[in-house]
T-cell receptor, first 113, second 111 residues
Framework: ETGVTQTPRHLVMGMTNKKSLKCEQHLGHNAMYWYKQSAKKPLELMFV???????ENNSVPSRFSPECPNSSHLFLHLHTLQPEDSALYLCASSQGVGVQMAFFGQGTRLTVV | QKEVEQDPGPLSVPEGAIVSLNCTYS??????FMWYRQYSRKGPELLMYTYSSGNKEDGRFTAQVDKSSKYISLFIRDSQPSDSATYLC???????????FGKGTKLSVKP
């Protein structure tokens, strides 16, 4: 069991739906991240939060909207997604931004139909 | 040239074999080097962490970093079927730098 928990584990949504991914870390870390993992591609960093403030947004389309209400919780709000957005979405945390040991959750397998 | 290159495999070896997994990189500013293991339908888990050049050993696993060649390796001795997974290398400049990942190498250890 990891210290980073993601829900749901699987999600199927239509292109007009709105859904949210949730991440919770129990490690007392100050930084949280969203990554996208697609087949045959390296992990892509989407968003970085440090102490609840967004410190990086890697040119992610606005149909992905992150929210970090506190240092233990991170959300990714999804709306009007495209089929190419289907992927494994991974949440991670670390002690601080630039601290290199990141711990990952199990991921949410998203399918957009 | 991509920042981090990793052969995606798949790599298939018999049980007990020594496995060598490798990544090359182009950014000489990278100082922190990691290996993650990812089982099917799971998130990546940190396996090895190395700062700068040198070797690090943990049980059957040895990580090597050669900064002069911009080359890192992960060796698995006495490989087991339970080692079957995708192995991701990752590295960063440190400080405020983000992790840059390789594509991952899929390893299969046959009994």
């Amino acid at each position: 069991e990891t210290g980073v928990t993601q829900t749901p584990r699987h999600l199927v949504m239509g292109m007009t739906n709105k859904k949210s991914l949730k991440c919770e870390q129990h490690l007392g870390h100050n930084a949280m991240y969203w990554y996208k993992q697609s087949a045959k591609k390296p992990l892509e960093l989407m968003f970085v939060y440090s102490l609840e403030e967004r410190v990086e947004n890697n040119s992610v389309p606005s149909r992905f909207s992150p929210e970090c209400p506190n240092s233990s919780h991170l959300f990714l709000h999804l709306h009007t997604l495209q089929p190419e957005d289907s992927a494994l979405y991974l949440c991670a945390s670390s002690q601080g931004v630039g601290v290199q040991m990141a711990f990952f959750g199990q991921g949410t397998r998203l399918t957009v139909v | 040239q991509k920042e981090v290159e990793q052969d995606p495999g798949p790599l298939s070896v018999p049980e007990g074999a020594i496995v060598s997994l490798n990544c090359t990189y182009s950014n000489s500013a990278f100082q922190y080097f990691m290996w993650y293991r990812q089982y099917s339908r799971k998130g990546p888990e940190l396996l090895m962490y190395t700062y700068s050049s040198g070797n690090k050993e943990d049980g059957r696993f040895t990580a090597q970093v050669d900064k002069s060649s911009k080359y890192i390796s992960l060796f698995i001795r006495d490989s087991q079927p339970s080692d079957s997974a995708t192995y991701l290398c990752a590295m960063s400049r440190g400080s405020q730098g983000n992790l840059i990942f390789g594509k991952g190498t899929k390893l299969s250890v046959k009994p």
